[in-house]
């Protein structure tokens, strides 16, 4: 899995330390969503849409001719340009800063 860091140029709102992928452990894919309610951004598998919204989905970022996506198999995230739920506004870069087993 990948382990990235989130920066919102806006606001200045940070995640560090965000799982994207599988691994050894983990092998449902985890990927960064943002928990309705709370609107803390936090890595979790599929299947809780109810509770969370992916950023693999493609509502949740404004791509540009720049945007560069960080794949996992069939999932992507876009690099910036993501919804930040603290701001309300498409400021939200991701960086991969390593990789995790
Ligand atoms: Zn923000």
Redesign the pocket.
Known sequence: MFILDSL?W????EYNGLAFGAGMVQQEPLIPAWEKGTYKITSVSKGHDEQFKYYTDPSMYEPTDECEFIEWGDLRLCNENNY?P????M??DFVVVGEAD
């Open positions: 919102c806006i606001c200045g709102e930040c603290d701001c309300e506004e400021s939200l």
